[in-house]
């Protein structure tokens, strides 16, 4: 996600009068009010934990982060294992478990479906808001006696992804998979709720290339980019290879062989 919202108005508000508290040290945290006149956006504490949403008379519901209902759980359960295709594109195989940075995490998705798998996961999260939504989602799993297991492969950071690789430090990840916003319009991505949110919040990525540059000097075995199916490459070394589905694709650039 880009690191500067637009120039929205955000404000953070407790649900109820049990969460003012909590509301006050997120508002804190993040540098929001508490209270603002003609907000266009609300970061909400309550029973459910964090959620934003976004407001005005066709606003879309709130958005949130839950590892342990809805569809994170179904994919857990019924969502085809290590047949999936970004299973496949991050090299999930037979005796192979990557170490994968997730550089563009969002809302975590990708990450927490990898980490099912028993992948070990780094997540960086460069957008405040998504970050703090995504950090909540991951507390809360961790309460769960099913789905902590999970989250504890799960490590989040905060920050620049692109600084933040360019100093790693330490072991690098075998593979760093990539998903960035990008300005295109097609009508199946405004459907999602998620990205009617995201798209004035937070913008779309246009240092893409950066961040290709970045992840392939780091990675030590593959990187892989996440892309819409009919979209263009992103500007720089041309994939290898790809895995396409019918709404996106994956493009591989491979550096070594994982090996068991």
């Not at 956006?41 to 949130?64: H, I, N, S, T, Y």
């Not at 995490?105 to 999260?125: N, P, Y």
Request: with cysteine; hydrophobic share 40%.
């Amino acid at each position: 996600m880009s690191e500067q919202p637009a120039a929205c108005r955000i404000n953070v508000e407790a649900l109820d009068a049990g969460f003012e508290s909590e509301a006050r040290q997120w508002a804190e945290r993040l540098g929001l009010p508490l209270q603002i006149e003609d907000a266009e956006f609300a970061l909400q504490v309550g029973e459910q934990g964090l959620q934003l949403q976004q407001l005005g008379p066709d606003a879309p519901g709130p958005v949130r982060v839950d590892f342990v209902e809805g569809g994170a759980a179904h994919r857990r359960l019924y969502g085809g294992g290590s047949g999936q295709m970004i299973a496949k594109a991050v090299g999930v195989a037979q005796g192979v478990r990557p170490r994968v940075l997730d550089a563009t995490a969002g809302l975590g998705k990708d990450g927490f479906v990898l980490a099912t798998l028993g992948c070990q996961m780094s997540l960086i999260e460069r957008q405040p808001l998504i970050g703090a939504l995504l950090e909540d989602g991951l507390a809360r799993a961790a309460q769960d006696a099913e789905v902590a297991p999970i989250v504890a492969r799960m490590q989040l950071l905060k920050g620049n992804s692109i600084e933040l690789m360019r100093n790693w430090q330490g072991e690098p990840p075998q593979v760093i998979y990539l998903d960035p916003m990008f300005p295109h319009r097609e009508k199946s991505a405004l459907v999602k709720k998620e990205m009617r949110l995201f798209r004035p919040l937070v913008g779309d990525d246009n240092d893409a290339p950066a961040l290709l540059e970045a992840a392939l000097a780091l990675a030590s075995h593959r990187v892989v980019v996440k892309r819409p199916r009919k979209a263009p490459c992103i500007d720089g070394p041309k994939p290898s290879h790809g895995l396409e589905g019918k709404s996106s694709r994956y493009d591989i650039y491979p550096k070594k062989a994982l090996k068991a």
